[in-house]
């Protein structure tokens, strides 16, 4: 064998690695055993006193850092399953967007045991898993379909022509689909690339029907369907009708109350390709998809798929750069869309599929305002809305009374010296909950009894003042003795068991009067349901948030919603010192567009999104002099990378200024320009992360905040 004299040293073979650290960069390590191939691939290294799991995000020759302070990893995870390259760059774009960490994003898209470098133990096909979530039991019941074979399962008992739907015979049969619909259905599926859809109509109209024939067409071309929802926990009813009408699919659900074993399982399922269908919450959007050919994201106003805490990504936005990336269409549905969404539909930049009418020949509830300004209102409600109720109750149906406010009264008050109970760790009054007798706060949690007697006078003739849930069901109590009342709530559904049991005796008609919050909002049908009562939704008409009517709005059309969908007629009435309020008038008249666009024009004069673009720089420390000291000097950094594109406003502290202990204060910058901005903020926290902190300050940025 001939030795070539005079062969150059080899090249040292460096892994660029991603950490989950919060730093804004990547480590590079030596590895000798690295390979392009390895891009993607899991890697253990040494970090600081330990050693932890990274990614490799590149392979490279020459480090930045001098070849002697180059730590060796400590080995490739080969027995880890490769992030495939479109994942990456979803990664990469979410840290690049939303100015976060790599490291701290790939850590955040992979489920927890892969994070730790870990698989999951295999499931056994077909067979339910007992340690599942609630919401996650499609996971067990679909087993089989692998997707090679998953378009010839589908029989091809009826094709709608021009969609190539397949649908399978044995179901039951399904109706044939309303003109919209058809015409939704055959504009999602015709040209087999990225198009943003927003399928706009009434709950009842049909858009989840819409949904199922444009997943079945995928699945029949072998392609996977990812669907994501606002909170899985409350749609176990779309889940068992996604599972009836795929029984042969295989479904894989992911949403963050799962096991790590679950989760795991769920993101290679769907990473090799033999998940159909990936149903779940905000996080879904990381799922690896290798076949994916269609994204649908329901309720796309919904403000829960944006994340608040952490990396503030906002999924439903990274679905559009997703689908845009691969090509897929993605269809977002509402019936109430976000008037950032709205826009872009009616503007031309996504294609708007309307569905005008309910899909079952039902009317839409009648939705009446109730003028409380003349009338003495009993117990906080109107003679209008305990007539209605007193008629549910004479034909045996339902009514629920929507009061989003859980708890017995929002504060305890003493009339003697004007004495409130207020948590010291936060900006907010305690809520009293009668029922376990305590003090409770709803931002920290922090609890107390409920003193006997005024810590500030001594008087002992403390009295709850307002109205919460549990108020108000003791109230219709005294007043309706015979009925049977139920409570619905985040107190009295702590848990998927109670939640399912709640579910279970509204179904069953077991209950006359449901009091309940925006829990009851979604997805449920209540088919005995014919009356929605909302009380106290004045409150939130002049709330400081600019997007506070949007809300709601959007909630009181889902609440009301859930009245009348089977054969009886629903009524909603909403108790009001404002019946002539626009928001008011819109709803009575079913009439969103309207309201969008008068909300829309309100915004383009104001310049707020989605005109503009935002993003907040947020500080909290323990007092609020240091945390705006730091906004300040943040914003001196700034000065000298902005420019006429980019507007920075000054520091102020939060709405609710101080929580959990810490005071907050906030940053504003605003831009015309999405691009403008991006470039601004990408320059701007370099500078921001290389800022020397004072102990205990800590901050984060949120782009496109949703609240202000
Ligand atoms: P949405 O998702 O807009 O609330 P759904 O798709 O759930 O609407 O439809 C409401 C109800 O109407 C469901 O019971 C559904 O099965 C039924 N439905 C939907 N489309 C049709 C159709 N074309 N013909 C008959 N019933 C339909
Ligand atoms: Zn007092
Ligand atoms: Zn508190």
């Known amino acids: ?66 070849a002697d302070k180059l730590k060796a990893a ?251 990336q691969r090509d897929v269409p993605v269809v977002l549905g509402s019936a109430t869309p976000s008037l950032e969404t709205f826009h872009h539909a009616h503007s031309g930049r996504y294609r708007l599929l309307e569905l005008p009418e309910r899909a079952v020949a039902e009317a839409m509830p009648a939705v009446r305002c109730i003028d409380t300004r003349r009338e003495k209102l009993q117990d906080g409600l109107s003679s209008a809305v305990l007539a209605a109720i007193e008629r549910r109750l004479a034909l045996g149906e339902q009514s629920l009374i929507f009061l989003n406010r859980r708890g017995y009264a929002p504060v305890l008050a003493c009339s003697a010296c004007g004495w409130i109970s207020r948590c010291h760790r936060c900006a907010a009054n305690l809520v009293v909950h009668l029922m376990d007798r305590r003090l409770r706060c709803h931002h920290c949690g922090l609890e107390t009894g409920i003193p006997r007697a005024c810590p500030d006078c001594g008087n002992i003739d403390l009295s709850p003042f307002g109205r919460g849930t549990q108020r108000l069901e003791a109230m219709l109590g005294e007043r309706f003795p015979g009925a049977r009342i139920l409570r619905i709530d985040r107190d009295s559904a702590n848990t998927p068991a109670k939640w399912a049991a709640l579910l279970a005796t509204i179904h069953a008609g077991e209950a006359d009067i449901l009091v309940g919050t925006q829990m009851l909002a979604k997805g449920h049908d209540f088919p005995r349901l014919t009356l929605v009562a909302a009380i106290g939704a004045d409150a939130a008409l002049f709330a400081a948030d600019f997007r506070a009517p949007e809300r709601l709005f959007a909630q009181l059309m889902q609440v009301g919603g859930r009245s009348g969908r089977a054969e009886l007629p629903g009524e909603v009435l909403i108790q009001t010192e404002h019946p002539d309020h626009p928001l008011y008038r819109a709803l009575v008249d079913h009439d969103y567009d309207r309201f969008a666009r008068t909300l829309l024009g309100e915004r383009e004069s104001a310049g707020f999104p989605p005109f503009s673009h935002q993003a907040l720089l947020r500080a909290e420390a323990r007092d609020m002099a240091q945390s705006l000291a730091f906004l300040q000097q943040a914003s001196d950094l700034a000065q000298s990378l902005l420019n006429e594109h980019v507007m920075l406003y000054d520091p102020v502290p939060m709405r609710m200024a101080r929580l959990k202990s810490l005071e907050r204060a906030q940053l504003l910058v605003e831009s015309a320009s999405r691009p403008a901005l991006q470039a601004f903020l990408g320059r701007w926290l370099d500078t921001v992360y290389a800022m020397k902190l004072p102990a205990g300050l800590r901050w984060h940025i949120d782009v496109d905040p949703l609240e202000l």
Do not use: N
């Not at 390590?29 to 799991?53: M, N």
């Open 74 to 324: 400590e080995g490739i995870l080969s027995e880890m399953p490769i992030l495939p390259a479109d994942w990456l760059a979803l990664c990469e774009f979410t840290a690049r967007y939303y100015q976060a960490p790599l490291g701290e994003v790939t850590a955040f898209a992979l489920p927890p045991l892969l994070r730790r470098g870990k698989l999951p133990r295999r499931s056994t096909k077909a067979k339910p898993d007992p340690q599942v979530g609630a919401g996650d039991t499609a996971t067990g019941i679909h087993g089989a379909a692998r997707h090679a074979d998953a378009g010839s399962r589908l029989c091809r008992a009826e094709e709608d022509p021009g969609t190539g739907s397949a649908i399978c015979a044995d179901s039951p049969p399904l109706p044939a689909l309303h003109p919209h619909q058809q015409a939704a259905v055959e504009a999602i599926l015709t040209r087999q690339a990225f198009d943003a859809f927003l399928l706009h109509g009434v709950t009842g109209s049909g858009k989840t029907e819409v949904y199922l024939r444009a997943i079945d067409a995928v699945l029949a071309r072998g392609g996977q369907a990812l669907l994501l929802v606002p909170e899985i926990a409350l749609t176990p009813q779309l889940e068992e009708r996604v599972g009836k009408r795929f029984p042969r699919a295989h479904i894989v659900t992911a949403h963050s109350g799962m096991t790590d074993a679950a989760r795991g399982r769920a993101f290679l399922d769907a990473l090799e390709g033999r998940a159909d269908i990936v149903m779940g919450t905000r996080l879904s959007v990381f799922m690896p998809l290798p076949r994916l050919q269609l994204m649908i994201v329901d309720e796309e106003h919904d403000a829960s798929f944006k994340q608040q805490d952490g990396i503030r990504y906002s999924a439903r936005d990274l679905a559009i750069w997703r689908a845009r």
């Open 1 to 66: 064998m001939k030795t070539p004299v005079s062969s150059p040293p080899p090249e040292p073979k460096i892994v660029r690695v991603a950490l989950d650290v919060p730093l804004p960069r990547l480590f590079d390590y030596l590895c000798a055993e690295a390979t392009a191939g390895d891009v993607g691939r899991l890697v253990r290294v040494p970090f600081g006193p330990r050693s932890r799991v990274g990614l490799i995000i590149e392979v490279i020759t020459h480090s930045d850092q001098p």
